[in-house]
């Protein structure tokens, strides 16, 4: 059954430093998502992304995050300068179907702790 | 931000009776509502769905109901199995944002044998 992958999918790093999540979703999906799970608290929506643009996104997702569709697989996320709150669960997702059809489905997940 | 709430935090349940998961909403805006279904060390899989024309949605074992004047939905399984034991998420979406989910903080089910 077709799946969406995420690499890595735990990733330890230094506060202030770069770090890129990646994706590949669903190959005949056209819609793509970023989502976070904050431990403890709710999965919360960051991005969408279709016809490689951004279609909207959170509050959350500051100039520090940034994505890209940089080539006809890959799906990834950039968060620039880590902070230590942006320690959570990363999850990706992506579906296909029209502008309002299709459920979404998730990776299993990249767990970024930023010490 | 609470538009949707799970109060329940976790449910146990006998195999073979019935669970029943409640979720509550607060923005009369959603349209679409969704189950997801979380394993450890997983992502969300989608269970069930149901939109808000209609109050009552089966597949198999699992059935999720609508009362959208009490905005209220309610996942049933029947009969829970062991294998159900996970963390289910209830979502809701607009229409004009589909794929922006606002997820539940979750109920932990656990079927014991």
Partial sequence: EPEVTQTPSH????????????CVPISNHLYFYWYRQIL??????L????????????????DQFS????????FTLK????????????????RWGTLNTGELFFGEGSRLTVL | DQ??????PSLSVQ??????????????????FLWYKKYPAEGPTFLISISSIKDKNEDGRFTVFLNKSAKHLSLH????????SAVYFCAAVTTDSWGKLQFGAGTQVVVTP
């Avoid at chain 1, 990733?11 to 990646?22: K, P, W």
């Avoid at chain 2, 538009?3 to 329940?8: A, D, E, F, G, P």
């Avoid at chain 2, 195999?15 to 679409?32: A, K, P, Q």
């Avoid at chain 2, 399984?77 to 159900?84: E, F, H, N, T």
């Fill in chain 1, 79 to 94: 968060i620039r300068s880590t902070k230590l709150e942006d320690s959570a669960m990363y999850f990706c997702a992506s």
């Fill in chain 2, 3 to 8: 538009q949707v709430k799970q109060n329940s």
């Fill in chain 2, 77 to 84: 399984i029947v009969p829970s199995q062991p294998g159900d």
């Fill in chain 1, 47 to 62: 991005v969408s992304f279709y016809n490689n643009e951004i279609s909207e996104k959170s509050e959350i997702f500051d």
């Fill in chain 1, 11 to 22: 990733q330890v790093t230094q506060m202030g430093q770069e770090v890129i999540l990646r």
């Fill in chain 1, 40 to 45: 403890g608290q709710k999965v919360e929506f």
């Fill in chain 2, 15 to 32: 195999e073979g009776r019935i669970s029943i998961l409640n979720c509550d909403y607060t923005n009369s805006m959603f349209d679409y």
């Fill in chain 1, 67 to 74: 994505v890209e569709r940089p080539d006809g697989s890959n």
